[in-house]
């Protein structure tokens, strides 16, 4: 191997490993976004709120850096095959991790807007959501650091979870508000909230989806 092809291949490495570190960032500070915007709104404070929804540009500016990163390295280094699949997986993932983000900054705007008076119920269920969807943001992250397909097929079994809660959580909303008409506002924000969630869970689901497709070359199957 030539000097200067070493010097390519140590470039075009550093570059991955930049867009790896990126990834993984915001994958961590999405699932703290989640935490916390759930943590604001089963504690309905509204300081938490505004911090989530502040701390949502940062996961933007993320990505915009992998997008400038993935687009020059593909511009200079001219990746093939594998190299290649990578680098515009990361972009798309780049892309995908943002809008869990959006929900979570979506879910922490609704909290002011609440009263807090929130059934025991329902309580019990959006929690349970989003530990749901948490732990399947940090499985997704840990299969993206191992290059591991095995947890990134965990990660779209446990969306079947999330979307049986909520659907379970619509039900139970609508028969509550039978009962409790002056009380729909309040229950329009939470289906709105497990609403979100779901797309968290879908989201993250599209995440382990390009894992598998970048390791394997091959879309994950029932995908």
């Known amino acids: 191997m030539s000097t200067g092809t070493k010097h390519t291949v140590k470039a075009f490495d550093d570059d991955m490993d930049e867009i790896r570190g990126l990834i993984a960032e915001m994958g961590a500070r999405a699932e703290t976004a989640v935490v916390a915007a759930m943590k604001s709104l089963s504690d309905h404070d509204a300081d938490l709120a505004a911090t989530t929804r502040a701390e949502d540009k940062i996961i933007d500016n993320l990505e915009t850096e992998v997008e400038k990163l993935v687009v020059r390295t593909i511009a200079l280094r001219a990746p093939m095959a594998d190299d290649l699949r990578e680098l515009i997986a990361a972009l798309k993932m780049s892309a995908v991790i943002e809008r869990i983000g959006d929900y979570a900054k979506n879910i922490a705007k609704r909290v002011p807007q609440m009263e807090g008076k929130i059934p025991v119920a329902a309580t019990e269920q959006l929690g349970r959501m989003g530990e749901i969807v948490v732990e399947m943001i940090r499985t997704a992250m840990d299969a993206y650091a191992k290059r591991d397909v095995d ?12 979307d049986q809660l909520n659907k379970d959580l619509f039900v139970d909303f609508v028969a509550y508000v039978a009962k409790n008409p002056k009380n729909a506002a309040e229950v329009a924000h939470l289906l709105f909230t497990a609403k979100n969630l779901e797309r968290i869970g879908d989201h993250t689901t599209t995440v382990a989806q390009m894992i598998y497709f970048t390791e394997t070359g091959e879309n994950l199957p029932d995908a």
Do not use: E, H
């Open 151 to 162: 947890l990134a097929r965990a990660v779209t079994v446990r969306d079947d979870d999330v």
